[in-house]
């Protein structure tokens, strides 16, 4: 039952852009070499072609000969719960879904939205990491994956606001742009909220946050249940529309940044006119059309690198941005991890993965590699523009006892202002 | 039937049944792919589709086969990229500039062009067969590469394999009578045809989606595909 479940998902979702790219395989392996899981850990089944399996068996055994024919010479089986089962840990655990595959494919084929694809089976036979589906639960019936309720939400937005004091508009009507932040950062890391309260006050931003649309963080997404993804994009729409904004402006979440700005036109009613932007391109623009003016070298005192969050650089294109405005923070001490840009390597953390207790061996592995790729160039601060890559760089660096600092691009723009 | 029987029965009825059937399939195999539909991308672009697919294109077929180090993931695949890419290379240019070839593609087509000499395509011959059964060690030994092979990939390299080595022998004149050898060649060339349509080596065809909506996707947020 839970297999048909998802076979069906798979069906459905099987038009001519995923079969192609299924088609389109050689079964060469080198995505593997791609995949931080696989490097990391060196298990096979990490690879990502392999995570495609059951995507990939639903397909050919409906929809072509060869797959049938496998079928009937009983080369290959029907999928079953126990496949489904066991691929659940491999697509939540040791992916983060951030598509470095597909560009060293040497097809080209897009494996991270292709395991997206394999998810949202899993998510419609209900074969969830327990600890995933819990936080999407909490995000359905509370708003807030981390729990955070409408009296617990309006409490902090006032502790934030008196301790940096800083003017946080709440449910301003007529405002132009409407701000969405991240549990995360309501949570964990206030200063970052506060420091883009900060940055849009003193550009004159007409803006506010809504106590409706107060969630950006979309666990739907994770999942890839695309109803609930839906759900929890639409509370941010509706606010938005409520309220009149003609902008939404997404706070330093990856995952958030991909379902709004790249995914919901294609499966949702959008409100006309409402332009989505990543508060990092929005900081730049405000800075470069002189909205607010930064003190140069004003972080020049360490070796400081940035950290290409998958969905925001390599699936969003913000890459020249954050540079821009850090080797104005730091001219003389701003260094490239290797690889970086469109080839960087993800934190290890992203695509839910760090909200699945029994993932953290996977992502602790993974960070390993990219704690080295810091400590190559001696770097002794990291900034990213992802609360999420965030979390993993706090929680992660804490694990291997390391002094690097962290920081958050619009933290450090906050310090930066004259 | 003697040798000379198979000859004029495999260069005839078996390659053209074999030539329909791969046809037919391939078509099917396409048609099949188009008709699952194709939803419209309603997502505002942050670039430009169009150079993001020219950027890939340029980049799969005339930067990365000269200079494959530039990829990072060439350190950890460095045979795969090599055997493969000389592979390819290999097949393409004893395919188009065979002396034997050119004269099948004249019958097919009506067109013929210059040869290149013999010694370079014996070269390149045995460079095609020599990077398949690397490709082979490689596919036995490498962990993810053992675990993604079912039969169907073996039936592949077999498949494939059979007319570069009957081919090579015939055209060096080794050890086989003409028409033995002539017809062992057609034959394999003609289970190749109708095997095509069933496996993946079939992906010559579907490289043109994966690579065109790759570098759309990298054109559309405005990232080096």
Known sequence: MKTQSAINTYLKETGGWVASQLEACTRCGICAEACHFYQALGNPEYAPIWKLEPLRRAYEQRFTIAGKLKLALGLEKKLTDADLEHWSKIVYEACTVCNKCAHVCPMGIELGP?????????????VVPGDLAEATEKQRTVGSPLGVTDEM???????????????????KAGAESLMVFTSIELMKFPDNLAAIAKILNQAGENWTVSSTGREVVNFGYFEADEELTKLFMYRVFKAAEDLGVKKIIISECGHAYDAFRWTAHNIMKVPAGVKIVHITEYIHELWKTGRIKLKEGAFDAEIITFHDSCKIQRRGGIIRQPREILKLLAPTRFKEMTPNKEQSMCCGGGGG???????DANRYAVFEMKLEQMQDIQAQAVCMVCSNCRLQFVDSLAHFNSTIKVHGLAE?????LV | MNWTEILTFSRGPLLHVALMIFIVGMSYRLVRVLLLGWERDRVPNKGSKIWGVILNYLKGLVVLPFIPWVRRTFRNNALTFIA????????????AFGTAHILVWKSLCGISWKSLPTPVVAFFSATGIISLIVLLINR????VLKMLTKLPVWINWVMVFLPMVTGFIMARHLWFRYEVIFSLHLISVSLLLIWIPLGRISHFLFYFFSKTIHGAQAGKRAIMP
């Open chain 1, 114 to 126: 292709l395991i997206h694809e394999v998810r949202a089976g899993m998510a419609a036979a209900g």
């Open chain 1, 153 to 171: 939400w309006r409490e902090r937005i006032d502790w934030i606001s008196d301790e940096w004091e800083v003017d946080i508009p709440v449910d």
């Open chain 1, 353 to 359: 993965v760090i909200s699945i207790k029994e993932a």
């Open chain 1, 412 to 416: 450090m723009v906050a310090k930066a």
């Open chain 2, 84 to 95: 493969g890419g000389l592979f390819h290379l290999s097949l393409f240019l004893v395919l």
């Open chain 2, 140 to 143: 036995l030994t490498h962990p």
